[in-house]
């Protein structure tokens, strides 16, 4: 499977977008790229995912290059409470399992 | 519905002594996960059942067992506990374990003196 490489911290504004990037360069061709945050000490939570086309749902937005060997996490509108440790995960979509969590980025959001 | 739980909530052992930890979802999951989690690092996948009956090893089996009770029960046993298995350790359950997302329960604490 695919390892991602992700900046240990990001600080963002309150109110405007966080962009976090992932790379992801070994990705291959039936991967999967998923992302999840944890807050504070709580579990994981899944955020999106994505293969190859952009995503979007109710949490964020989902930018995958066309190469697939990066993507960028995008909160539209960061407010304090998605401060958090973000994830970014490639799996293998066609049976056979390993997810591995690397280290993540985490998210200041600043008032 | 409640999705992923687990018991206990903390828990302290003494090296050497055994304990079982408990996970359950209701969300009529095939897949069920346990991961652990040491300070300041992401998570690490110790067994894993991608449905009822069976059960793999993940990143970092050793010293633990599973057993995949039913479809919503999915237990972790120390047999030995180690200084080194102080973590905190995460159940989680996914629809398939292929692509599907993963739903994680809030965790248990342990601390092995």
């Known amino acids: 499977d695919a390892k991602t490489t992700q900046p240990p911290s990001m600080d963002c504004a309150e109110g405007r977008a966080a962009n976090l990037p992932c790379n992801h360069s070994?990705?291959?061709?039936?991967?999967?790229v998923y992302w999840y945050r944890q807050i504070h000490s709580q579990g994981p939570q899944y955020i999106i995912h994505?293969?190859?086309n952009n995503e979007t749902n109710e949490m964020a937005s989902l930018i995958i290059t066309e190469d697939r060997k990066s993507s960028t996490l995008i909160l539209p509108h960061a407010t304090l409470r998605d401060t958090a440790v973000y994830y970014c995960i490639v799996r293998v979509g066609n049976g056979g399992f390993k997810t591995i969590f690397g280290a993540g980025t985490r998210l200041f959001v600043k008032a | 519905n409640a999705g992923v739980t687990q018991t206990p909530k903390f828990q302290v052992l003494k090296t050497g002594q055994s304990m079982t930890l408990q996970c359950a979802q209701d969300m009529n999951h095939n897949s069920m996960y346990w991961y652990r989690q040491d300070p300041g690092m992401g998570l690490r996948l110790i067994y894993y059942?991608?449905?009822?009956?069976?059960?793999d090893k993940g990143e970092v089996p050793n010293g633990y067992n599973v057993s995949r009770l039913n479809k919503r029960e999915f237990s972790l046993r120390l047999e030995s506990a180690a200084p080194s298995q102080t973590s905190v350790y995460f159940c989680a359950s996914s629809e398939l374990v292929s692509t599907d997302t993963q739903y994680f329960g809030p965790g248990t604490r342990l601390t092995v003196l």
């Open positions: 070994t990705i291959s061709g039936n991967e999967y």
């Open positions: 059942s991608a449905s009822e009956g069976t059960t």
């Open positions: 994505g293969l190859k």
